[in-house]
């Protein structure tokens, strides 16, 4: 092809180089994802991983993180220490070279780390590119090395200023205010964050330690993932004490795997690959989910429970009621999809098939009457599975000329494009009511639900579409649900739970909340759940009227809106959206340039499936525990 080819000018002057870190603070979000809360706490994990991956290499077994008064964050290890020595290609020490050059680290050298952790392997450079500061301290060679940076900008050369004794690494960094959207480091994120960490990493010490709030933690295991599936079964009733655990290494990848069963009827599969929570799936759970598939029905024909003219269990069945942890460790993991978290290497998906079977195999021959419990649970979700294939057939959303198949209390709106409609799923007649009057018929859905839905931790799917509140949902959204849900059918881009705010609004959003997570968990992953926010307060005074969503935005509007007025105004506390007329309701709640909208994530998922089996589950202990750890957190509380 000619170099002039259409007359294109192509020359090296037309190409913009951004040097140095320049391209980080230019875009963010192409680095760490995004400028919010995020993006904020995974720079946290960048560091992190570092240490994390000198623990793979077996050369550190303590890291520490410290949430400091001032608002910055010390990372700390006792690896190896980042080399001091000039750097070759750079001129410069090697740590300014990791610290001030994307992609500079070690493991983009293969004979650097065997196995290395990070979603995005951006490293610290990026930390230091998004910080108003950042020092370092180096262990090495028996010195103690120091440099600081401001914005990414080194302000001095690396200089020893100390002897020290052992190697190790620490980073303190305060994140740029110019760059982030607040500076709020949540204890609780980066804890469970760290706890999974540990969990992954059989035997290393992780210590959280928050000097803002004098909380500290530490997390060491040394089961491994077979601790932490004890850990998520903590609050379940397990059928088999004993958790099935196996590891295996092949072609320079590591697998481990832990399981045990429950009574639950949810399947809760955490699959990880190089620590990393691939939620979206990949081939190491193609090979776990084959693999139990095959061996459970196998051993089921071998032993009699399944007779000749038995169809054999599906893979849903069996997995009923399983906890399970898979961890892989590969050189080079391949991550798919939209969030970069699913892994694609086909290698592993043989690798992680022969080890399960292997692991299950043993399992079920050496513990018979445990076999047989699992099997005969499996049998009765398959039993449950076709009386739920037959309930949903009545949910099952007609096409478009039939549409007396959507239920009848569902005020639908005109509007046919799903991205610019949305459905308010509304507690009661009465608040239905207001809504309905009130609402944008062009844009706006109304779903009045009566009373509270059931609590889906504690039945089977059958038994969940037999409820009319439930099944009402299902067909209104046109996702269907279970093995058949499809989000391309989803007739409402927004979904917005709209209760009241008193302690049974708050228990019937938990409850749906519990239905989304368990069945459409999808919705919840895309950002289609919303929770509105109806005012706490109406402030009157005179012919002024005032709305309060807060206790703090209360005061504000007395002390400052309101203290010039020489009448005292009078303040309503709402509790039902009742209350309120359909133009008060559209003008606090419903009007899309007014309201206040919670968008629903679950960015950890095991933080999420605990909370939900604590809150929603069948033992009572722990869900009293949870009240009491967490009593001084509530902000508004009906008695």
Not at 212 to 227: L, P
Not at 291 to 308: F, H, M, S, W
Not at 423 to 448: C, H, N, W, Y
Not at 527 to 533: S, T
Request: hydrophobic residues 35%.
């Amino acid at each position: 092809m000619s170099e002039n080819q259409n007359n294109r000018s192509y020359e090296a002057e037309q190409i913009q180089v951004l040097e140095g870190l320049d391209p980080v603070r230019k875009r963010p979000g192409m680095y760490i994802g995004s400028t919010g809360p995020k993006g904020l706490h995974h720079i946290v994990y960048e560091v992190v991983d570092n240490s994390i991956d000198e623990a793979l290499a077996g050369v550190c077994d303590t890291i520490e993180v410290i949430l400091n008064e001032n608002g910055s964050v010390t990372v700390s290890d006792n690896g190896s220490g980042i080399p001091v020595a000039i750097h070759p290609k750079t001129g410069k020490s090697t740590v300014e070279t990791v610290l001030t050059v994307l992609h500079a680290g070690g493991k983009f050298d293969n004979g650097a780390y065997k196995v290395s952790g990070g979603l995005h392997g951006v490293g610290v450079s990026v930390v230091n590119a998004l910080s108003e500061w950042l020092e370092i301290k180096v262990k090495r060679n028996g010195k103690l090395h120091f440099q600081r940076f401001e914005r990414g900008i080194p302000k001095s050369p690396l200089e020893v200023i100390g002897d020290a004794k052992g190697t190790g690494t620490s980073i303190t960094f305060m994140p740029d205010d110019l760059i982030f959207e607040e500076i709020k480091f949540k204890y609780e994120t980066l804890e469970h964050r760290l706890m999974e960490l540990a969990f992954l990493n059989k035997g290393i010490t992780i210590t959280i330690e928050d000097k803002r709030n004098d909380k500290k933690k530490t997390f060491h295991y040394e089961g491994g993932i077979k601790a932490f599936v004890e850990h998520l079964n903590k609050n379940r009733n397990a059928i088999h004490k004993k958790v099935i655990y196996n590891e295996g290494e092949k072609e320079n990848c590591t697998v481990e795997l832990a399981i045990q069963y429950t009574d639950n009827y949810n399947e809760n599969i955490f699959a990880f690959a190089n620590n990393i929570n691939t939620h979206e799936g990949g081939t190491h759970l193609s090979g776990l989910k084959s693999a139990l598939t095959r061996v459970v029905n196998d051993y089921a024909r071998k032993n009699g429970i399944l007779k000749e003219k038995d169809s054999n269990l599906s893979g849903e069945d069996i997995r009923e009621g399983i906890t399970t942890v898979l961890s892989v460790k590969l050189p080079d993991p391949q991550f798919e999809g939209q969030t970069k978290t699913k892994l694609g290497n086909s290698e592993i998906r043989g690798i992680v098939d022969s080890i399960v079977s292997q692991s299950m195999e043993i399992f079920l021959e050496e513990n018979p009457r445990e076999a047989k419990i699992i099997i005969e649970k499996s049998l009765r979700a398959s039993r449950a599975r076709e009386a739920a294939r037959k309930a949903r057939d009545l949910t099952r959303r007609k096409n478009a000329l039939e549409s007396s198949a959507l239920p009848g209390k569902l005020a639908d709106c005109s509007e046919k494009d799903a991205r610019l409609s949305e459905i308010f799923i509304v507690e009661g007649d009465s608040a239905g009511g207001s809504a309905k009057q009130g609402r944008d018929r062009r844009t706006q859905a109304i779903l009045p639900l009566k009373g509270k839905i059931m609590n889906v931790e504690k039945a089977r799917l059958d038994k969940i579409l037999n409820f009319a509140e439930i099944k009402a949902m299902i067909t209104a959204f046109g996702t269907g649900i279970g093995e058949e849900f499809n989000i391309e059918n989803l007739r409402y881009h927004k979904i917005v739970i709209m209760t009241d705010a008193d302690v049974d609004g708050a228990h019937i959003r938990t409850l749906i909340l519990t239905f989304f997570y368990r069945y459409m968990k999808p919705l919840i992953e895309n950002g289609n759940i919303y929770i509105a926010q109806p005012p706490l307060y109406k402030i009157k005074a005179g012919k002024q009227e005032y709305y309060a969503y807060t206790e703090k935005e209360l005061n504000k509007i007395l002390r400052q809106d309101l203290k010039d007025l020489k009448i005292k105004p009078s303040i309503s506390r709402y509790k039902g959206l009742g209350e309120m007329n359909p133009e008060q309701l559209w003008d606090t709640t419903m009007d899309p340039d007014h309201r206040i909208l919670l968008q629903v994530s679950a960015d950890d998922a095991v933080a999420a499936d605990e909370i939900f089996t604590t809150l929603m589950g069948d033992k009572v202990q722990p869900r009293r525990e949870f009240i009491e750890e967490n009593a001084t957190n509530v902000k508004n509380l009906d008695v």
